[in-house]
């Protein structure tokens, strides 16, 4: 198998796995007990809340929160920040971001918030003049995505969250897709609340973490327990945090490699594939994305049919967005770009690890030609 869809999700890493495996039969107790077989569990939480605060150069462990997952990392900040904040009731985001967010703007409307949608321009870039004059004295929050989990472009988000600050607004940032793809510095980007979801680095799925600055305040999400300092309820996942700790202390190990030899297997794919591949080009930012993504629309081409096709060669990618990927609809994100239906019904996403290989890349380009001048001779349109 030829795995090029790690924006997706990711294999466990081995040093994670072994981290984690002592915890499923040896050291099974709760956290929250007080005799000492317990502790056992707690202590490695402990430890791992370190290893995340670290990596995404947090300063203190108090700033993060354990969660399920990306997702519920999201919702945690959206939902808990306007809760601490009822004399306010709008909210700001862009038209390319997760569903987590996007659906979630849905909601609050129908909750009785105003939400103002952020356009982009056709290489998916918000313009922050545009987030400056949509920013009102009844705005609460901001939520811009650090990078586009479809086309991998980066925002300028130290820009963004300054302009935020400058008027009293709080920032939210999905870093789902950059963290362990480019340096995360939490203090230097000055953002209040930022999530993070373990199987995008090699960790298990079914964790994820969500950073909150200290001063920033904010309701829970769940209700139950004293479980994350009362901030998150629920019995802690102890060997997923253990795995996410490991996962972001490997992650912050390998950021090198990520920034260089996987950047180079992404343009050595991008460019030979461009190059054989006629009526082919890349969606989104050329020179301001993550290292390890390219999205590259095929014309005349229906995305699904090509990527059933790549499969058959073993060739794993995706035609946008996990969590969007049973509709038929074109990517929401390439549509905001501008991109016309047909040609975004054509555009596969390929997203590298630092488990690819040379010989993957050169595996794809050499069989990925051939898949699209079949379909593409089958095609009434090519």
Known sequence: MTYTDNNATTRVADEVLEAMLPFFSEKYGNPASMYLFAQESKHPIDAARKQVADFLNAGSTEAIIFTSCGTESNNTAIFGALAALPGKNHFITTAVEHPSVLNLAKELEKRGYSTTILPV???????????RDSITENTALVSIMWANNE???????????????????????????????????????????????????????????????SGTRMKPLLIGGHHENGRRAGTQNVQGIVGLGKACELASIFIEDEVTRVKELRDKLESGLLKRIPKSHVNGSIENRIPNTTNITFEFIEGEAMLLSMSDFGICASSGSACTSGSLEPSHVLLAMGVPHSLAHGAVRFSLSRYNTEEDIDYIIEKLPGVIERLREMSPFG
């Open 121 to 131: 321009d056709n290489k998916g870039l918000i313009s922050l003049d545009v987030l």
């Open 151 to 213: 086309t991998g472009v980066i925002s300028p988000l130290e820009e963004a969250c300054a302009i935020c600050h400058e008027k009293g607004v709080l920032f939210h940032t999905d870093a789902v897709q950059s963290a362990g793809k480019i340096p995360i510095d939490v203090q230097k980007a000055d953002v209040d609340l930022l999530s993070i979801s373990g199987h995008k680095i090699h960790a298990p799925k079914g964790i994820g973490a969500l950073y909150v600055k």
